[in-house]
């Protein structure tokens, strides 16, 4: 299919999963128009890099300070990934193939994921903190045919959590391991030789020989926060995440010297995209690669490699406003810093700017699509007290009440967002899909939010069942599900409860079984994190009582649970029951 043709021409519904792409697009009309709106362009990631060596390329794209400084210029890292793409190639990875990639903030993520791009091949964005359980289902799930890894990462061996999942998953066919290989393959005997002569021709002469990706085509599967026992994936596609990331430069100012520092985990949807080090990678700028968030290991980052800019989430935000008017370190290079995830208190906010001597920006955005920003020229008390407004004009945004009406002009409701650069549906989830998007398109967002006249959303609460723990999201059905299998539990039930730093912690409400052995919180919190997950998920606080609030239907009641937990919280407003 050639880049000009429609994406899905059929009248087809919207939620049905369309056949080698596996999850529902935008039906053709919406795609013609986002096409002639010049929103997608008809570029590919891997086109985009190498336009960009073209044009530029002495100029740094990468910087990996730690242990020792590496950098990348734009034609070294157009030409590390034709190698790795070949080499990938050669081990018979191709366009399609899924690559469940967990590594760190380190240069060969930036590299892993560009190749993969450039040949169509389909990253899965793991986080570090991810563990076997969640490994083995993105793994079986999305059937994937490689796993990349580094040889350990803060204090935990990788390696032989990879051979465990190897040998119960049939499709898993390489485990690459930057570091010390043990059994499986090192990445660094990946890349395949190119001689500079042919290397530079295929570089900027002649189109790269490899079955590359359409620009309709998937780029990469992302993981959704997600409500339900297992995260959701979600495909973008090259058009529509390229456009969220051009349209992110426009909003933040990001250019050729924008220096960007990567604090949070680079797989994350808020530092790969807002505007992120692709956007930056677009824009032709340096990203530079920050091993560990707090400000000892930051700040004389930022003062060595002079950062502009920076995205954190609130409870890092607050840590660093703290740690700013006291650090040695020179930070005035810093101009911009994007907060975004979970709600940040006017209150923090209204101190980052002073503290840090630089100007704040708040992001809204959710890896499904949407994203909203404040913008560089609204006024200081906008910035501070709400968060944003969305990147497109064709950014459709509705507020609804519970019954599904849209609520009057002011007032507060269900978020529903459709647009060029949010998605139709997840991947090869029919069932959850027909409810998670309305019957004409909108993404039911899960967010409780209320629009000023300005057009600028407030986030004022959650309708979904997910605990927000300082930007990582938790699914209180996945925690519950691995506490129900404890012999001595009957019942439990997982709530969000108020914390000063992180926004929000977990606790969980267990019911014993008769006669069972009484349990501590502990050996609760001990026996899901033998199960292999996220440290993340581990519920904060435990506490053992005997019956759950009931709903007028028979249903545990959250919101009780939640007031319980914390009489003074505000309860969100039409949270449900
Ligand atoms: C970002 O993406 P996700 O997919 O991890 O989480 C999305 C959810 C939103 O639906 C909302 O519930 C919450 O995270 N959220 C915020 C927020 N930003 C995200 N809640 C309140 N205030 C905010 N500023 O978290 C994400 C993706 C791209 C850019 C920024 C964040």
Not at 239 to 247: K, N, P
Not at 484 to 493: E, I, K, R, T, W
Request: charged share 25%.
């Amino acid at each position: 299919m050639s880049p000009a043709e429609p994406v899905q021409a059929t009248t087809e519904p919207v939620h049905a999963t369309t056949p080698g792409i596996d999850a529902p697009t935008w039906p053709v009309e919406f795609a013609e128009r986002y096409r002639a709106a010049g929103y997608w362009r008809g570029e590919t990631f891997g086109g985009v890099l190498r336009e960009r060596a073209a044009a530029h390329p002495d100029r740094i794209a990468l910087v990996d300070p730690a242990p020792e400084r590496r950098t990348w210029t734009y034609r070294e890292l157009d030409e590390r990934v034709d190698r790795l793409a070949a080499g990938f190639t050669a081990r018979g990875i191709s366009k399609g193939d899924r690559v469940v990639l967990q590594l760190p903030n380190v240069g060969e993520f930036i590299e892993v994921v560009l190749a993969l791009l450039r040949m169509g091949a389909l990253p899965v964005y793991a986080l570090p903190a991810h563990r076997e359980t969640e490994i083995a289902y993105f793994c079986s799930f999305t059937e994937a045919v490689a796993y990349v890894i580094p040889d350990q990462h803060a204090g935990f061996d990788h390696r032989a959590l990879a051979t465990r999942v190897k040998e119960r998953t049939p499709s898993l066919r390489h485990v690459f391991v930057v570091g010390e290989p043990g059994e499986h393959t090192a990445l660094s005997e990946v890349p395949c030789a190119v001689s500079r002569e042919v290397s530079r021709k295929v570089s900027y002469e002649t189109p790269l020989p490899l079955a590359g990706p359409e620009p309709h085509e998937l780029a990469f599967l992302q993981l959704s926060g997600g409500t339900t026992g297992v995260p959701k994936l979600i495909p973008r596609t090259h058009d529509d995440y390229l456009y969220s990331l051009w349209g992110s430069n426009e909003i933040c100012g990001v250019d050729a010297d924008t220096r960007f520092l990567v604090v949070l985990p680079a797989a994350h949807n808020f530092p790969m995209s807002s505007p992120g080090w692709l956007g930056v990678l677009y824009a032709g700028g340096t990203s530079v690669l920050c091993p560990r968030p707090d400000p000892a290991t930051a700040f004389p980052i930022v003062e060595r490699e002079r950062i502009t800019m920076t995205g954190l989430v609130p409870p890092l935000a607050l840590v660093w406003t703290e740690a700013a008017p006291v650090t040695g370190h020179d930070l005035s290079s810093l101009d911009l810093v994007l907060v975004g995830g979970a709600k940040y208190s006017a209150e923090a906010a209204r101190r980052l700017s002073p503290a840090l001597g630089c100007r704040l920006m708040q992001v809204f955005g959710m890896a499904e699509g949407l994203v909203n920003y404040t913008r560089l020229d609204d006024d200081p008390e906008t910035v501070v007290t709400t968060q944003g407004r969305p990147i497109s004009p064709d950014d459709e945004i509705r507020l609804v009440d519970d019954a599904g009406q849209d609520v009057p002009e002011g007032g507060f409701g269900h978020l529903l967002t459709r647009g060029p650069y949010t998605i139709r549906g997840y991947w090869r989830a029919p069932e959850h899909n027909a409810t998670a998007f309305t019957e004409d398109g909108f993404y039911r967002t899960g967010d409780i939010v209320r629009r000023t006249p300005s057009g600028h959303l407030v986030v004022e609460g959650r309708a979904k069942d997910q605990i927000n723990r300082g930007g990582e999201k938790i699914a209180p059905e996945e925690v519950e599900n691995i506490i129900l299998a404890h012999p001595s539990v009957h019942d439990v039930s997982v709530v969000a409860v108020p914390d000063a730093y992180l926004g929000e912690r977990s606790l969980a409400y267990v019911v014993l079984r008769a006669g069972a052995e009484p349990l501590k919180p502990a050996s609760v919190k001990r026996f899901v994190r033998a199960r292999g997950v996220a440290a993340y998920k581990v519920p904060d606080l435990v506490e053992f009582v005997d019956t759950f609030p009931q709903t007028g239907i028979g249903k545990v009641s959250k919101k009780t649970l939640r007031s319980a937990a914390a009489p003074a919280a505000p309860a969100a407003p039409a949270a449900p029951a």
